[in-house]
């Protein structure tokens, strides 16, 4: 079996397993009760989906608009929109969360911006975003344990952020030692074809790239102030959740539940969408800090309802992209 074939089979293994972690925990929390806690949120579910796209997606585009040069730098509105059809790629199709980051950059390079700093600002982007998440996830368990005195938890959740932390810092040095060329080189030599030699040379040019990327010490430190605003500001969208559900809780509990939870989805990234991890997240710190089993697996649902009502469109937005560029370019070749 090839390895690509071997890999949707994992991917869809996943995925049966988190649909079926999630009707588990569904059925112990009882379907009707979460049913009533759901429609009990009303209107806070269209404020959430409005609240992410205009807050958090929309600083998160800042956040990669600071990184790109002045000569290769795309309007912030269009960065908005690929920075949500990439969040909505990355939530719905089956991608272990990596599809979206291709598709941006992408859609960065088709819309302007050079190919090396396209690709090159996404991955630089991703890796300061995992250093930033990992901040905010220390934040989180400073004030889950001063909220609630737990701390049989911090241990497992310290040790598996510096591990996180420890392959992104190795991730990092590759990128500044040249890895592109280098499996480039590697790529060219088992081909054994001189065809193959131009992807030698893309991929140092894209080595420059990343490396012109990270010697702008400015972008980097806005990159990471921009990361960490949007991922407090985000705890706004689990406020309004909470608040509708008539649990009163504090903006610092909303905090919480937005470190812990993003930290528990990041660690079972290959799960499909996080289907059944996330719901087992808000349950597991809702109960810590007392919200009910139902009320917590409600609020992951009205995080799903979020997801699709912003990820349909977005991926129907670059469906169509991708159509009307395929079409342009048969119209094209028919011309010839």
Known sequence: ????????????LLGLAG?????????RQGAPQVGAAFVSAGWAIAAVVIYHLAVPVFLDAIAWWVLFPNSDRLSLWQLFWMRWIGESVSTLVPSAAVGGDIVRARLAAINGASLPVAAGSVLVDITLGVFTQAAFTVLGVVLLVEVTGQKNFV??????????????????????????????????????SPEWQSLVQGGETLDQAVLAL????????????????????????IWIALHALDLRATFIDALILQSMVLTIRSAAFAVPGGLGVQEGGYLFVGNLLGIPGDAAFALSLIARVRELALGIPGLICWQVIEARRLLRARLAARAR
Request: hydrophobic share 55%; glycine share 10%.
């Open 19 to 27: 649909a079926g972690l999630f009707t588990v925990l569904l059925i």
């Open 155 to 192: 241990r497992p959740t310290l040790i598996g952020t510096l591990i996180g932390v420890v392959g992104v810092a190795g991730f990092y040095f590759v990128q500044r030692m040249g890895m592109f060329r280098f499996l480039a080189k590697i790529i060219a030599r088992l081909a054994s």
């Open 1 to 12: 079996m090839r390895a690509s074939g071997k890999i949707q089979i994992t991917i869809w």
């Open 214 to 237: 990270y010697a702008r010490r400015k972008a980097l430190i806005a990159c990471c102030v921009w990361t960490i605003i949007s991922l407090v500001a985000g705890s706004g969208e």
